[in-house]
């Protein structure tokens, strides 16, 4: 097989992210430029904010992976970048650079779906084969997918309004705790040395456990949390209590996640006619470790193979959208310059479009 290598650029939200992946799996360079130092005051990510400094930043961290991977920037065989979705600023500095190299060293250009790419970043990582359940856990989006290739992905549900990771955000922004709120509440949780208390003083609701489908629905645990918060004294939460607390919501997420899970599996099995036996877990939430180890139990249980990527691959980067663009030349698929960026690009058909 002769090598190939894609560069990728993503810029949808507030990491400036360039990689070089090669089509047999080798990351062979790869770069992110966090903005927290940006965002930290805000407590979230500030669109102008972000779109300015992809501006700043998206040149030397793209020349730095060049310079990285040791080759010649002719070498590239193709530029794939994010359009979507996301901030629309964002997506439209990433995807403006790439066409400009493109046009420039005359490449194919390949726009790639931010969502998809995450989707298809077990792929990279493992041998995980078509068709796959996937749950996509991140700060703007929480669904389960049936993926039966690189192009065709099937919504099995979705979040009716939070999604995972904005949950895990607004929490810790109501506990006090600085952004972002995912890993901090991970690490609060971590230091709950009395669990059972835990669970007994701070009974938090699973949303739609135990119904039909696997659609999910944050907003009321978000509730539930905020009426606790503010049963406290006022701007005065117990370390005890603050660490009880953030463990009874990591798992009553976690236990919402299996029961959803759960059905999700046999409506897989419906669409496929065979059992399920491939799951991966992907998006930033997916980096939580108490989660990730939770379905690693499940999954061995049942005899099903469960992917979760390294928590570098799970938070936005460069190289799930090079190796998605991979994916996609791999089917013959590349896409024009006057491709427009679109902040909102719905992956995948509903279940019932089969």
């Given at each position: 097989?002769q ?14 992210a360039?990689?070089?992946v ?8 790869h770069q992110v430029?966090t903005q927290?130092?940006y ?10 904010i972000?779109?300015r400094?992809?501006?700043?930043k998206?040149?030397?961290v ?6 990285d991977?040791?080759?010649?920037i002719?070498d590239?065989?193709a ?11 964002g ?6 650079y ?9 490449k194919?250009f390949?726009?790639?779906?931010h969502?998809?790419?995450?989707v298809?970043?077990?792929r ?12 996509l ?15 065709d ?7 009716r ?15 006090g ?6 890993p ?5 949780a971590s ?7 835990a ?5 938090l ?15 009321g645990?978000?509730?539930?949390m ?9 701007g005065?939460?117990l370390k ?17 996640l299996?029961?959803r899970c759960?059905n ?16 991966a877990i ?6 939580n470790?108490f ?7 499940f999954?061995?249980?049942q005899?099903?193979?469960l ?5 570098v ?10 190796w ?5 030349l791999?089917?013959?698929?590349t ?7 679109t902040?909102r ?9 089969r």
């Amino acid at each position: 097989m002769q090598k190939q290598l894609i560069l990728g650029i993503e810029t949808s939200c507030d990491e400036t992210a360039a990689a070089i992946v090669s089509n047999d799996k080798d990351i062979i360079a790869h770069q992110v430029y966090t903005q927290l130092e940006y965002h930290i005051h805000h407590g979230g990510v500030v669109p102008e904010i972000a779109a300015r400094a992809h501006v700043e930043k998206i040149s030397p961290v793209v020349e730095t992976c060049i310079k990285d991977a040791d080759i010649d920037i002719k070498d590239i065989d193709a530029i794939a970048a994010t359009c979507g979705p996301g901030l629309i600023g964002g997506v439209m500095v990433g995807m403006v650079y790439a066409k400009s190299l493109a046009a420039t060293l005359n490449k194919p250009f390949i726009a790639i779906n931010h969502l998809a790419a995450h989707v298809l970043t077990p792929r990279l990582i493992s041998h995980i084969e078509f068709p796959y359940l996937c749950l996509l856990v991140s700060g703007g989006h929480t669904q389960f997918l049936l993926v039966k290739s690189a192009e065709d992905m099937k919504m099995l549900g979705q979040t009716r309004d939070d999604a995972l990771g904005e949950c895990f955000d607004k929490s810790a922004k109501m506990m006090g705790l600085p952004y972002p709120g995912g890993p901090e509440i991970e690490k609060l949780a971590s230091k709950c040395v009395d669990i059972e208390t835990a669970l007994e003083k701070f009974d938090l609701p699973r949303p739609l456990s135990k119904t039909e489908g696997c659609n999910f629905s944050f907003s009321g645990l978000k509730t539930a949390m905020r009426q606790y918060i503010e049963g406290f004294p006022e701007g005065f939460i117990l370390k005890e209590n603050a660490s009880q607390l953030a463990y009874s919501f990591q798992v009553s997420i976690t236990d919402t996640l299996m029961d959803r899970c759960k059905n999700a599996l046999l409506m897989a099995q419906d669409l496929t006619g065979e059992k399920t036996t491939r799951l991966a877990i992907v998006g930033g939430v997916a980096a939580n470790q108490f989660i990730a180890e939770t379905f690693k139990e499940f999954t061995k249980e049942q005899g099903i193979d469960l992917y979760v990527p390294p928590p570098v691959l799970c938070t936005d980067n460069g190289a799930m959208i090079a190796w998605a663009g991979q994916e996609k030349l791999a089917l013959g698929i590349t896409d024009s310059l006057d491709f427009k960026a679109t902040p909102r690009w719905p992956l995948g058909k509903t279940a019932d479009s089969r």
